[in-house]
């Protein structure tokens, strides 16, 4: 399951610099629900190819009236629901006396913990750090997140047991004898926005050659062989989320049939979905069920009906999301923050809306004119109108949830993307940057569940977004996906990256040895 990694410490110690910078800023999303005391940032981000969700807790500085209270309603949480919490000190203060009470408690809660200490640019690393290794929480890092320096070896380390890769990596690193020092801010930047695409080696001239020959005959098979098709080998899971009350239980209970009974008080934590699987139709399904789980806990009273956490990983592990929104409700805010996460998920989606019973026509009509107003953007779902209650619509869901799905596992061809790429430069040009035209030379499949087009060519990054947007909406047509978004990454034909993932310092190769003995163990 996706890690989750909060950010605690006090106020003004650089916690939002540093979620900016790990999400990239446009993946920030500022999540309000009620039974949350103040606003928390929850945020997607990725590094080398680990997803993970990052949460900005907000300050603690000890003024509060007590620590406990104040901590006990959302960083105390926070911290419950993460795998991994990244305590942030500030380098140019100093140890504070809110530092050892937020120690105490971080202590109690037994996470995986690093102390980082920040704003350590223009200052002596060893100098600045030295004042927190009496908090005694273990290894520290320095860091500045303004500049992204030390970003790098802090991420590594924290998400490694989470991360296949970085443990590869780890392995072939400690393998080599002397690693050279890497430009820090080039390769954070390049590692946060990798994503899970193929990093299949480029093609040659020649073959790019062999590709358009073929192209040109119309040998452009549909499929490509494969041994393993997710279609047909693997259930769909399918995420029923939404804002409390919205009738998640409800429509959940529906599609398992009503001589289904399911048991709601789940031990668990609150962050834990129920994963339910369904056959229909002979067709695997796992229901991952996010309603909200009633434990009578001391620390979350308040806030146990509704976790974010658990919206956002239920999102990630399914391959369709079904967002239940409330017509008598409308569309509030909050279901565009649950709408923005499934979006920066990439995942299937179908807009579902419930308690369409007893509804008088007119109210009906105000409902769609909303959906039509603050949903018009969203142009690849389908909305759908039902009753949970009653039954009514359901039948239909299962049925868009294996258009969604289908869609966005369909295996396409080489050929065929770099058919459809030409087609649509053919239909519009890309336009000239500094005097040259950007010369697209072949697409090919990058992933699956969302659809990833991979364009190799020639200035393909300084495209802009409305051409992007363009082959984007091409690609969507000529593929007919419907209930998926597609992604488009380009890739330039020489990667300055390429081959320098590898390449650690000295220091860093023994700190890879260190962890890799410690996991192993
Ligand atoms: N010199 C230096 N300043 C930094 C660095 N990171 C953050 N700052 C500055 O520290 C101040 C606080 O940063 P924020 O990211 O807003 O801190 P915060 O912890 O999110 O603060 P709250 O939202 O109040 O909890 C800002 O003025 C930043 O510009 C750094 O690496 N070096
Ligand atoms: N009229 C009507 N009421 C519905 C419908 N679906 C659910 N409800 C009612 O809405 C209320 C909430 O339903 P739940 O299924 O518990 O909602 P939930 O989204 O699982 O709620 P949480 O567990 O709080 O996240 C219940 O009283 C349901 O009977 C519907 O289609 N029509």
Known sequence: MIPVVALVGRPNVGKSTLFNRLTKTRDALVADFPGLTRDRKYGHAHYAE???IVIDTGGIDGTETGVETHMADQSLLAIEEADVVLFMVDARSGLMPADHLITQHLRERKKPTFVVVNKTDGLDPDVAMSDFYSLGLGDIYPIAAAHGRGVIRLLEDALLPFSEKLQI????????????????????????????ADTTSELTEEEIEALNAKIAAGEIEEEEETTFNP??????????????????????????????????????????????????????YVLIDTAGVRKRGKIHEAVEKFSVIKTLQAIEDANVVLLVIDA???????????????????????IVVNKWDGMTQEDREHVKDMLELRLGFVDFARIHFISALHGSGVGKLLGFVNEAYDCSTQRVSTAKLTRIMQMATEDHQPPLIRGRRVKMKYAHAGGYNPPIVVIHGNQVNSLPDS???????????????????????????????????????????RKRKRLMSHIKK
Do not use: H
């Open 50 to 52: 680990q997803s993970f």
């Open 169 to 196: 990596d780890a392995e072939v690193a400690a393998r080599s004898e002397d690693g050279e020092s890497i430009d820090e801010n080039d390769t954070l930047d390049a590692l946060l926005t990798s994503s899970d």
């Open 231 to 284: 279609q047909t080998d693997l259930p769909i899971k399918i995420a029923i989320i939404g804002r409390p009350n919205v009738g998640k239980s409800t429509l959940t209970n529906r599609l398992l049939g009503e001589d289904r009974v399911i048991v709601f008080d789940m031990p668990g934590t609150t962050r834990d979905s129920i994963y339910i699987p369904l056959q229909k139709d002979d067709r695997d």
């Open 328 to 350: 008598r409700e409308g569309i509030s805010d909050q279901d565009l923050s649950l709408l923005g996460f499934v979006l920066n998920s990439g995942r299937s989606l179908v």
């Open 467 to 509: 051409y992007k947007r363009y082959l984007m909406n091409y690609f969507r047509k000529s593929l007919k996906v419907m209930g998926s978004p597609i992604r488009i990454q380009f890739k330039e034909s020489e990667n300055p990256y390429a081959g320098r993932r590898n390449q650690l310092t000295a220091s860093q190769i």
